[in-house]
């Protein structure tokens, strides 16, 4: 086996594959190591893609020239646009994947790309020399030599798993933990936290009775997660709807001493937007009901996923607490409902880039870094490889602004506030989130993964296209249509007022009751336009003033964002700063005012002396 590398990744997960493939993908010779190759792309929890801002986050990654995107375009099982009632800023794609054909398509992607190995194997050391990362050694005794390290080991790093009394380290649905790299993280001077996430029962679908049951289908004529998938999704399955009853919360009240969480065996620190069912009850009490939806994991398997039903009670908790749920009552339980409890990394030691401030050419990605989500992980992955092979070949690193994409706000999170529990994306963490839809992610993001040699021309044509006929689209709003019997009758049946002089496309898109897919039906300005570009078109008129505004706010923080502050300032000496504020600018080193304003426990009052001091060429 090649010994040397020019990049190593350790772990297969969301993260480590688009890291990977994006090292690969722009010439570096990358070696891949994973505990097991049986769990590459493995979808440990829900068996689905994307949903609020998660469906973002797949979309930016699909513009940066990543993988996700396709591969969940080519192993979707059912596809919905969630949040249609709201405004378009928050539409967000869900897919429920086919977990068996996700896996083994992402396995596939990676075996068939140049530049890139595979090799099962545990990492047990991360090797250094004089500060920067020089290479790995395995458990199994081989040594690996790079230039760049990316960690991406997911929930496995002294993993553990609990039901009820029972607990065994153990990595999810039964692969084999890591048990010693752990050491070498601490060895390196990283801080480690524990943290735990935990996933509901499987169950036998044929044994699940659906009569009582609501069916919810897919979309039909939908849009697909990835700029480059031209034909639309197919809906093969459907999921139904279900609720947990009085009788669950009985059960579990009576038993919630046998909650490893409530009787101290769990010590990880668990996500607050994905509760346990123990957690929902007594956190909820005045519920008494909790949806529950029952998700096909495959197409080729009878095993159901019991969405909105996680715990780590005692499997006879388990069973009973399955059984009293509507529909479920005779259910067989394929596999156990667990926690897991893991090690991860305190990110505010990452730079923006995604690299370890310590070790030079050392990056990490995905749950390591303290997220939840197959998409959170997959994005960094994806900013991670990108930047060490940015790294590798000398140029400049991408840190995405928190203006450009959901990506920029999650890593900025992460490495600004820090987190200290599961952090998942959601839409209300993007301060410019108007800005920031699915459908205009390309528009953001691909020329960025063009300049970093990952986007290809085949996307980069794809883009160029879209970009002409969206050019093409707002020409035409600027067209004015005569006052005639056409246009009257045109605006009475959209119950809106004839205007005094002709108008342009555009005033009468700004109209509340005209969107352009009725104008196009009646005068075809736009025929021939792909509806993409006429939906974004749409948005972009109808929601013009809010995102002016939210332009104004940018050009704001982009000015703070140029404020840069110099690398090695020594915080303690700057003592008109409060202690809280000299600590916690010391630990994370922000490299501008605006990155320094948004650390949690530096006061708008500490800036401005920040910024004083930096006049004054002080620290
Ligand atoms: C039980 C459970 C419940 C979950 N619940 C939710 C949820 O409710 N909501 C949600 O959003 N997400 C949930 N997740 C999280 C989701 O699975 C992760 O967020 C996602 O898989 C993280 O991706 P990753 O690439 O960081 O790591 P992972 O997908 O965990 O992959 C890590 C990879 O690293 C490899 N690896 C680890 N250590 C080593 C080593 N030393 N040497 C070589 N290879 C190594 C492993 O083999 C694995 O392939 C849950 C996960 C689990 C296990």
Known sequence: MK??????????????????????????????????????????????????????????????????????????I?????????????????AQADKIQYHTRMKHVLESQ?????????????????GKVAGVLTAQGETFEAKAVVVATGVYLKSRIIIGQYTRESGPNGFAPATELTASLQKLGFNIFRFKTGTPARVKGSTIDYSKLQVQTGDEDIQ?????????????AVCYLTATTLETKEIIKANIDKAPLYCGLIKGVGPRYCPSIEDKIMRFAHKDTHQVFLEPEALTTDEVYVQGVSTSMPVDVQEAMYHSIEGLE???????????????????????????????????????????????????????????SLYLRGKEQIVLGRNTSYIGVLIDDLVTKGT?????????????????????????????????????????????????????????????????DKLEAFLKVHNENVPKQNPKVYELLKRSNINIFDLNAEYGFFDGLPADVLEAVNTNVKYEGYLKQQEEDIAKMLKQEQALIPEG??????????????????????RTIAQASRISGVSPADISILIIYLKMGRG
């Not at 690299?355 to 990056?363: A, D, M, Q, R, S």
């Not at 915080?571 to 916690?584: C, S």
């Open 78 to 94: 059912q596809i919905r646009m969630l949040n249609r009632s709201k405004g378009p800023a928050v539409y967000s794609l869900r």
């Open 420 to 484: 200290n529990e599961p952090y998942r994306m959601m839409t209300s963490r993007a301060e410019y989130r108007l800005w920031l839809r699915q459908d205009n992610a390309d528009v953001r993001l691909t020329e960025i993964g063009r300049s970093a040699g990952l986007v290809t021309d085949e996307r980069w044509q794809v883009f160029e296209e879209k970009r002409r006929n969206l050019e093409k689209a707002n020409e035409l709003l600027k067209t004015k249509i005569k006052i005639d």
């Open 569 to 590: 300032i020594d915080y303690e000496n700057l003592k008109g700063l409060r202690l809280e504020a000299r600590q916690k600018l010391a630990q994370v080193q922000p």
């Open 330 to 388: 005779n259910v067989e339980i394929m596999r156990n409902a667990y926690a897991i409890e893991y090690d991860c990394i305190d990110s505010l030691q990452l730079k923006p880039t995604l690299e370890y401030k310590n070790v030079e050419g050392l990056f990490t990605a995905g749950q390591i870094n303290g997220t939840s989500g197959y998409e959170e992980a997959a994005a960094q992955g994806l900013i991670a490889g990108l930047n060490a």
């Open 114 to 130: 140049e530049n890139l190995w595979l090799k099962q194997a545990e990492v047990s050391e991360i090797l250094v020399e004089d």
């Open 224 to 236: 697909s997660f990835s700029f480059m998938t031209k034909d639309k999704p197919k809906n093969k």
């Open 3 to 76: 010994r040397q590398f020019d990049a190593i990744v350790i772990g297969a997960g969301h993260a480590g594959c688009e890291s990977a493939l994006a090292l690969a993908r722009t010439g570096q010779k990358t070696l891949l190591l994973t505990l097991n190759l049986d769990s590459i792309g493995f979808l440990a929890c829900n068996p689905s893609i994307g949903g609020t801002a998660k469906g973002h986050l797949v979309c930016e990654i699909d513009a940066l020239g990543g993988e996700m995107g396709v591969n969940i375009d080519n192993t979707l």
